[in-house]
């Protein structure tokens, strides 16, 4: 048999392969015709998932802490304008922040005491504002904890990206 005639007998069968192959590719729909593979689809769509719930459940927590943070600074500052003013506007500005920061941390379930407030020991005009040499004290602690508070909010961001990879229940307790 000649070269050309055992290409012209091949041609055939290539061409029922090259058949068979575009019926593979239409049962596995539009989205496949690129030639890849359904378990390599599977898994590539199953990564897409879970980095965009990860990255989801991440951003939320980033977006709580600076938040906090903000809240903190906020407080740092006023505290700063009610010690060089000295006037009641000042304070009630800083007492204003410490108390939207206490409530909002809180909610998110971290427990904090707050400064004492000035009572018989101030004029009358302060004597329901916090004592100012106890306030920085309580801003640090309070981003203390807000710190601890985001170390905990990522480990749970983790476990859950361990728990959606199969990851969990392959790694060997400690």
Known sequence: MSEMSRIEAATPADKADGARGSARALSR??????????????HRIQHDFIMTVSSLSREAIDRKYAYLTRLIERAKEELGHARSAGNETRMAAMQQNIDELVAYVSGHGIRAKLPNRN???????????????????????M???????????????HDELLQLTGLSARMPLP
């Not at 729909?29 to 599977?42: K, N, Q, S, W």
């Not at 916090?130 to 306030?135: A, F, N, Q, S, W």
């Open 143 to 157: 981003s203390f904890l807000v710190d601890l508070w985001y170390e905990k909010e990522l480990a749970k961001v």
């Open 29 to 42: 729909g539009p989205e496949f015709t690129g030639g890849e593979h359904p378990d390599t689809a599977r």
């Open 119 to 141: 009572g018989e020991s101030g004029s009358a005009s302060i004597a329901n504002f916090y004592v100012l040499g106890e306030i920085p004290a309580f801003l640090g602690e």
